[in-house]
DNA sequence: CAGGCGCAGATTGTATAAAGTTTCGCCTGT
DNA sequence: ACAGGCGAAACTTTATACAATCTGCGCCTG
């Protein structure tokens, strides 16, 4: 048969083993399900997805390159634990690239984005409807994801997954426990924006929704948090 | 200055096998020795450094991750090709961040610094003038990854170094024959207006650098060549 | 003589086994 | 009873062997 398979591996991923491996790893942390510290043992992982540890070991070294998992010699993978400088960086980060992004969605704005943004925010707000906050918190990152696909900027999109990742394990670590989570409001105005094609407006409400965000977060002194640890490991 | 840099894995393990792997290769790359497309075999890497190639495969993966090299499955390790479109996505990026890095970069000046400005300077200077093509170009983005560590981003500082090895290798395939290059006065510019602590004269001089070297780059239409490649594929 | 089929060589993908390192428990000595 | 060190177990790291796949050349056939 003509099944030559001579597809362009350019896909992302799909059915690559380690591909699997790698956004199952990556959908739990963003879902919440692992905890910053959180040992990745690689038999642990190899036997529940039913690979051997060299592919495991590849799949954990891209997560590690993405920044969502540190790797330390002789000792394993660990989900990233992101300290208060780390999470400045990444929002101040995402203040700067995504009202560009947004920018360049409304450049390729059409009737099967418009779609797929609108399905996007039933799905959220159904989610938020009954209450299951594990999706709630996948589905907030994956709107700033879908936006930056729809921006057709390849690069901007790499860049905005591993900010995207990031955040949601800063949002884990250091979010004020009373506040709730970021609103779909904000969404369905950019997604408002957008549809009348308003840069200036999608821009502005992309970031104060950034900065919504990062003011709900309790940032504790890095100066404090440093000296915690060396006084604990010196004393 | 032994303060901070208690920070994650990707500092820089300068007495890694991978590392060393990864280093030299892209070495190579930003110096022009290897051109776009050429084939990057384990086994002749692995020789060349004396490593297995569970080494050199690693090495090759986390290049593959910043976008320098390609690893086609069942087929291999390529230096990467950026197309027309790839390149005008990394100059936007960096036009987008560079000025942001350099007002950061500013906030951080010192006297150290500034000597390392300065000594970066001379060393480039110094390489023109013995037409040394490969250490020029090297350094030319080295000016970049400096300033990028000076303002203390990590997050930039990571972005940045994809962009600048990319650069590389869209400088190679697309300027125009007969340009110089990119020239050492608008460095000194931007260094002097460091030095001033002059954030707006600093980013404006960053930006027009990127546009006037973006404006010597020949990028054919994107269109024509994909057509060509799926018609010599498809016909 | 042209074109296609098939085998051989080479190269990559994957798994498994050996080697080195760290960690934790236990035992001994004070 | 407690501190310190010794030893075993578990894990990661590295290397090597095996399997799958692709490329190129030669031969056969029409």
Not at 40 to 57: H, K, N, P
Not at 73 to 91: I, Q
Not at 103 to 111: C, N, Y
Not at 135 to 152: D, I, K, P, T
Request: charged share 30%; hydrophobic share 40%; aromatic share 4%.
């Amino acid at each position: 048969m003509a099944a030559k398979t001579r597809q362009k591996s350019d896909a992302p991923d799909a059915s690559d083993r380690v591909s699997r491996i790698r956004e199952g790893v990556t959908a739990a942390i963003l879902e919440h399900r692992l905890l910053p510290g959180t040992k990745l043992g690689e038999d642990e992982i190899g036997e529940i997805y039913g690979a051997s540890r060299t592919l495991v070991r590849t799949a954990l070294q891209q997560l590690a390159h993405e920044g969502i998992v540190n790797i330390e010699k002789n000792r394993g993978a660990f989900v990233a634990r992101p300290t208060p400088a780390d999470a400045r960086e990444v929002f101040e980060a995402r203040r700067l690239i995504e009202p560009t992004i947004v920018d360049h969605a409304i450049d390729a704005v059409s009737p099967a984005w418009l779609d797929r943004l609108g399905r996007h925010l039933a799905e959220k707000r159904e989610a938020e409807l009954r209450g299951d906050a594990r999706a709630s918190v996948r589905l907030s990152g994956e709107f700033h994801r879908l936006v930056a696909e729809m921006s057709g900027h390849s690069i901007y999109l790499g860049f905005l997954k591993e900010l995207i990742a990031r955040s949601s394990l800063i949002i884990l670590l250091y979010r004020r426990h009373d506040t709730p989570a970021c609103g779909t409001d904000h969404h369905a105005g950019i997604v408002a924006a957008i549809r009348k094609r308003d840069k200036a407006r999608a821009g502005a409400l992309m970031l104060s929704h950034l900065n919504e965000i990062e003011a709900e977060l309790f940032l504790k002194d890095p100066a404090a948090d440093e000296l915690r640890l060396a006084d604990g490991l010196g004393a």
